[in-house]
């Protein structure tokens, strides 16, 4: 009776995991399958990538035609599944890590209420009514089907600082409660420099698990009229949680970091282990309306962003950040919650070296995290040297714009929106969008007064949560 129960149980243990097993690698190859396909870098002559996604997705590889619904009642099952293996792994991970490690807090006040409200509730109440609304258009004929048959969603829209590569997922995967964190209609979407999470080098199930994390590339100085970002951004017209870093690069000052203005003959370096250091761009003219008269730049002086070097320029007249959020905000078909937040600490497990602008990871790492019983010098309670990882984050109060974008309307018409993606008009929806998508000069000058009532706010929150 003992042996035919134990081999009954072997005989489970051994199917169970076959079909785990099995699970895991059709999961993964879906994830493959539609995984989030970069766009070209931006030549010398070229500011903004203009090239459709599905015609890149042509050149690849094992690469779906298409590129998979954003509404998530259309997603394919496997690669539902593959989210929630990603999600799920990473975020567990993560958690276990910060434990170990260190510890995270977060001020739990009225503002970190707001963001949960906004990210837990309203997230479940708009999925309970896409639902419904997918259950009643089940019955009208395809043929009667509009873009406008699927309403668009607010979508909610954080902004923070940006202190280590591993921000993300490290910082966003612990600002929900656990079992909320690995759920995946529940975390947020996020986009990632291609030149790191997107490049040729890796492999591409590798690019397939990282898109599978709700993960999107973006191309660094590829401008703000690159479809990318009218990609993110289509997400957030769908009602989901979207999260950006408008410094667009690392900055672990004790303020908000991000563009200086450029002394005369100056051009900016780059600080990226993934492109050539001898590649110069001049400063950011993707978020001007006009460009400066293109020079040669040889000869010139190279400042590296984020260097004791770039700290000592003065304030740039168009901001510290990026313009891009600010077009994202401007054009959503319902004007999304933007609720910000700063955070200090992962600059100890990433630290930047201000001559270079690299990050690296600390040389002392595997000794920090000995347990504190076994160190003597214990001096900020999080184990280890006394350099543990200790993270603390900060929301602030919900930033409104309608304000902006009202008296903007006044004067020069109504602002065209752009929507999430529908299975039903996918290629001619997408042509036109596109189309729509290059910026006017007047449409500039509105992201840039949206970014400076970003920026004041972010930088409050940065040097308060960093002092």
């Known amino acids: 009776m003992a042996s ?48 459709h996604s599905n015609d890149r997705r042509t050149t690849q590889s094992f690469c779906s035609p298409n590129s998979p619904p954003w509404n998530r009642d259309h997603v394919p099952l496997l690669l539902q599944w593959a989210r929630g293996i990603s999600i799920g792994a990473t975020t567990l991970a993560i958690r276990l890590v910060m434990n170990t490690y260190g510890r995270y807090e977060i001020r739990e006040d009225v503002c970190y209420e707001r963001f949960l409200e906004a990210a837990i509730d309203a997230r479940r109440e708009q999925q309970q009514q896409s639902s419904s609304l ?20 607010r979508g909610l829209l954080t902004v923070s600082n940006h202190r280590s590569l591993f921000d ?7 600002l929900l409660p656990l079992p909320i964190a690995i759920q995946p209609h529940h975390q947020r979407w996020g986009i990632c420099s291609q030149e790191y999470c997107f490049n040729d080098a890796l ?68 600080a990226s282990d993934f492109k050539d250091d001898q590649q110069q761009k001049k400063g950011d003219i993707s978020d001007t309306s006009t460009n400066n008269n293109s020079n040669n730049n040889n000869n010139k002086s190279v400042i590296i962003p984020a260097t004791t070097a770039q700290r000592s320029l003065p304030p740039s007249p168009i901001g510290k950040l990026k313009w891009g959020v600010g077009k994202l905000i401007a054009h959503a078909p319902i004007t999304p919650r933007v609720i910000p937040f700063a955070h200090c600490g992962m600059e100890r497990l990433l630290p930047q070296d201000e001559v270079s602008g690299k990050t690296y990871l600390r040389r002392d790492f595997v000794k920090s995290l000995l347990p504190s019983f076994l160190c003597n010098n214990d001096s900020d309670g999080s184990g280890g040297d006394g350099k543990g990882l200790r993270i603390q984050i900060q929301f602030g109060h919900e930033i409104k714009f309608d304000d902006l974008i009202k008296e903007h309307e006044e004067k020069h018409g109504k602002l065209w929106k752009y929507r999430g993606k529908e299975p039903t008009s996918e290629s001619n929806n997408t ?34 949560v960093c002092r």
């Not at 990282?210 to 590339?217: E, H, R, S």
């Not at 989901?240 to 991000?258: D, I």
């Open 203 to 270: 492999p591409s199930y590798i690019k397939g698990y990282i898109g599978a994390g709700q993960v999107l590339p973006i191309c660094r100085g590829g401008g703000i009229n690159q479809q990318l970002l009218l990609d993110f951004g289509r997400h957030l017209a769908n009602g989901e949680w979207c999260h950006v870093f408008p410094e667009a690069g690392v900055w672990q000052w004790k303020e908000l970091g991000g563009r200086r203005e450029l002394p005369m003959g100056a051009v900016w370096g780059s």
């Open 134 to 153: 997918v259950e009643s258009s089940s019955s009208i004929d395809s043929s009667s089907s509009s873009s406008s048959a699927i309403p668009q969603q």
């Open 431 to 464: 042509a036109i969008q596109q189309e729509n998508w290059v910026s006017s000069r007047e449409e500039r000058i509105l992201y840039s007064k949206i970014v400076k009532r970003i920026e004041m706010h972010l930088e409050v929150l940065t040097k308060e």
């Open 168 to 174: 993300d997922p490290g910082i966003l995967s612990c």
């Open 4 to 51: 035919s129960t134990s081999s009954y149980l072997k005989s489970c243990l051994k199917y169970t995991s076959a079909t785990l097993l099995t699970l895991f690698t059709t999961s993964m190859t879906a994830a493959t399958y539609y995984r989030p396909i970069p766009a070209t870098s931006p030549t010398n002559n070229s500011t903004h990538t203009n090239t």
